[in-house]
């Protein structure tokens, strides 16, 4: 079983910027496609970005396309998300998530960690 750990959420001002990084452990060799979601409470989950782990091509949400940046770290087992231009409607709970080569979901959810944007 995989296990994720996001960090790096808080509280940041409109117009600022964070960087998030899911770390994962565990069984990470078969890695297919490692992903963020996010959700405000009430609200549903929703997709943000992804990246495959073989080439590094990623996917972003309308959103936040051109506003944040998905990346990963072969060595440490761990993606990133850069987030700049926040807004206060990026304020949710940011979740990663992997899809395993042979899977067709996404599954392995962290715990998440909060971002706040305060405007």
């Known amino acids: 079983q995989v296990q994720l750990v996001e960090s790096g959420g808080r509280s940041v001002q409109a117009g600022g910027s964070l960087r998030l990084s899911c770390a994962a452990s565990?069984?990470?060799?078969?890695?297919?496609?490692m992903g963020w979601f996010r959700q405000a409470p009430g609200k549903e989950r929703e997709f943000v970005a992804r990246i495959t782990w073989s080439d590094g091509s990623a996917a972003y949400a309308d959103s936040v396309k051109g506003r944040f940046t998905i990346s990963r770290d072969n060595a440490k087992n761990t993606v990133y998300l850069e987030m700049n231009s926040l807004k206060a409607e990026d304020t949710a709970v940011y979740y990663c998530?992997?899809?395993?080569?042979?899977?067709?979901?996404?599954?392995?959810w962290g715990q998440g960690t909060q971002v706040t944007v305060s405007s």
């Open positions: 998530a992997v899809v395993r080569s042979g899977g067709t979901g996404w599954g392995s």
């Open positions: 565990g069984r990470t060799v078969s890695f297919y496609k």
